[in-house]
């Protein structure tokens, strides 16, 4: 069974750093891309950023490019995504995703954790 735990997650202020974990488990994880998305309240949900664990390959929403690092730890199977310079508008629920590729990733095919919620304060 395929398990994805979001953590890190909290209240910083504006300008601020958070970084978020996504510990999986049940799957090859050398196999497979992780990704993290985020909804807000009110808004549609928006890919944010993806990892391609067997290459290394990354990919980054324009809105976080920058500000966003994702990277991957294959000997903890776990992924990571380190915030910089957060703005308010970062406010959101963020999600990790499991896929085949980071293109599965992005149509948001896959499988998904629970959620870590994420508060940037102005």
């Known amino acids: 069974e395929v398990q994805l735990v979001e953590s890190g997650g909290g209240l910083v202020q504006a300008g601020g750093s958070l970084r978020l974990s996504c510990a999986a488990s049940?799957?090859?994880?050398?196999?497979?891309?992780i990704g993290w998305f985020r909804q807000a309240p009110g808004k549609e949900r928006e890919g944010v950023s993806c990892i391609s664990t067997s290459d290394g390959g990354t990919y980054y929403a324009d809105s976080v490019k920058g500000r966003f690092t994702i990277s991957s730890d294959n000997a903890k199977n776990t992924v990571y995504l380190q915030m910089n310079s957060l703005k308010p508008e970062d406010t959101a629920v963020y999600y990790c995703v499991a896929g085949t590729t980071c293109r599965v990733v992005a149509r948001g095919r896959g499988s998904w954790g629970q959620g870590t919620q994420v508060t940037v304060s102005s």
């Open positions: 049940g799957f090859t994880f050398d196999d497979y891309a």
